[in-house]
């Protein structure tokens, strides 16, 4: 039987044990709502306890009390206050659960998590030990400015890192760039540091203080398509009017762009040695960054080289210029990469030039094509039916191929393939390609392999039956056998 004294501390203590229990046993739940709404529960019920004892937890100890009653208060009343600090920050914690925030304000529950028990500490000082805080605060003031001196650089991060938090001019997932051109997505932000994942999946952890003294570009704030901004140079002997109009037409050849937001470009400085330009455009949600500017640089050096080929002066614009710019794009297809010079030079002079406007039609989807047409100038298109409506697969510009799979193989394409802009396009006949098979039999499965390669990197736009196995080898070798039986050759 317990002493009289401390027959009224026996519920309060009950109750701080059944707390303790519902910790252990809470840490085992899964779901946040009832463990929490558990917690409270038990926070409540000691709470009561307490009150039903006549205890509170800002109460100063009776010095006319016991040493068993005194000890078994203060007992009572410490648990109250750490128990206390514990279930705020349950509920806290539920309420960033529920809002699915809890990754994201990780900084924030930290520092209301010290603020707590920060809290707590102050109290049981004050209240349960009943000792003074000015002596407290005093001596603590001093071991401040002494840890501050020594911790200035960790105390910089730390301070940097709760304005941070405060002002949250990023969060967690979003992309940013930072002060020396790194980019990546913020991965986490702790007290000391921001951790940023790059694309090559390299983390780059920077002290807060840094990026608070820095400037920070956040990509995915505002929500929405931001726009890519590209700079690009090029030789001084081309007016800037010509170099934007091939930017532009760059831009044409980019699926990945978005045609329903408008590029920009404008001329940023003009020097002896180069001319820089600034080229603006959105990249649409369902398409790469990288890749988009990948084909865009591309792009934009093709139509450079067609610009270099078409703007000559009068005098070199004869006949020999026009051969140069045939043999220039028959050398671009790389199926005929094991022909001689003179082979190639033959198969230029058969070229047969033709200007589209935008939107003449070139092939329908399910034509076989009787030329290999190679673009000189502009951008073509080529685009699929899906869905009842028009989705463009492919552009092709300068020094581009298309068409090779009819006059090859005689296998017809499966897009329709229309002018973009206006274009000059050449025409190789097929009568030419059958020429140089029967010239050079042994090219066969050469070509039909170069030709599987273009149709499974989507170049070919070929429309292959069902039946055939698609791996490489197997459209390799049905190209190869339709390739010997249009062109009457026994291998």
């Known amino acids: 039987m317990l002493p009289q004294p401390l027959a009224p501390l026996l519920l309060p203590v009950a109750a701080v044990a059944l707390n303790f229990i519902v910790l252990l046993c809470c840490a085992r739940m899964r779901f946040a ?4 709404t558990l917690r409270c529960l038990a926070f409540a019920a000691l709470t009561i306890a307490m009150l039903h004892a006549g205890v509170t937890p800002t109460q100063t100890p009776d010095l006319g009390a016991s040493a068993e009653y005194r000890f078994a208060r203060g007992a009572v009343q410490i648990a109250w206050w750490l128990l206390a600090a514990s279930t705020i920050m349950a509920v806290v914690r539920l309420y960033y659960t529920i809002n699915d925030r809890t ?11 010290v603020v707590a028990y920060l809290t707590a500490a102050v109290a049981i000082v004050a209240d349960v030990f009943d000792i003074p805080l000015k002596g407290v605060l005093a001596t603590s003031g001093a071991v401040a400015i002494v840890l501050g001196l020594a911790l200035q ?3 910089a991060d730390l301070f940097s890192g709760f304005v941070i938090n405060a002002t949250a001019p990023y969060r967690v997932g979003d992309r940013i760039v930072l002060d020396d051109g790194s980019e990546g997505s913020v991965r986490e932000v702790t007290w000391r540091a ?3 994942l790059k694309s090559n999946h390299d983390l780059i952890v920077v002290p807060n203080s840094a990026i608070a003294k820095s400037k920070v570009v956040n990509a995915s704030v505002p929500a929405g398509t931001h726009a890519t901004v590209v700079r690009f140079q090029a030789d001084p002997v081309h007016r800037p009017s010509s170099v934007v109009s091939a930017l532009r037409l760059a831009i044409d050849s980019c699926i990945g762009i978005d045609p329903a937001l408008p590029a920009n470009i404008v001329t940023k400085t003009v020097g002896w040695q180069a001319t820089d330009y600034e080229v603006t455009f959105f990249v649409s949600s369902d398409r790469s960054s990288d890749d988009t500017l990948n084909v865009f640089f591309d792009a934009a050096h093709r139509h450079l080289e067609a610009l270099s080929l078409f703007h000559t002066p009068a005098d070199d614009a004869d006949a020999s210029g026009e051969r140069s710019v045939g043999r220039r794009l028959v050398e671009s297809i790389g199926i005929f990469g094991l022909l001689s010079r003179e082979e190639k030079e033959q198969l230029a002079s058969v070229l047969q030039v033709r200007e589209l406007a935008p939107g003449d039609v070139l092939l329908q989807a399910g034509d076989v094509p009787s030329a290999i ?14 869905d009842g409506g028009t989705v463009d697969v492919m552009r092709f510009s300068p020094c581009e191929y298309f068409g090779e799979s009819g006059p090859i193989a005689g296998v017809a394409v499966g897009a329709e393939i229309s002018a973009k802009t206006y274009a000059i396009v050449y025409e190789l006949p097929g009568a030419a390609i059958a020429a140089l098979l029967k010239r050079h039999p042994e090219l066969t499965h050469v070509l039909a392999a170069k030709l599987a390669e273009r149709e499974r990197r989507g170049q070919a736009l070929m429309e292959p039956p069902r039946d055939v196995p698609p791996t490489p080898h197997g459209l390799a070798a049905w190209l190869a056998r339709g390739m010997q039986a249009l062109h009457g050759m026994h291998l």
């Open 33 to 36: 709502m009832p463990r929490t």
């Open 103 to 113: 990754r994201q304000e990780r900084f924030t529950l930290d520092v209301a998590e």
């Open 153 to 155: 650089s960790t105390l």
């Open 194 to 196: 921001t951790h940023v």
């Open 373 to 386: 047409t190679l673009i000189g100038y502009g951008v073509i298109n080529a685009s699929t039916r899906l």
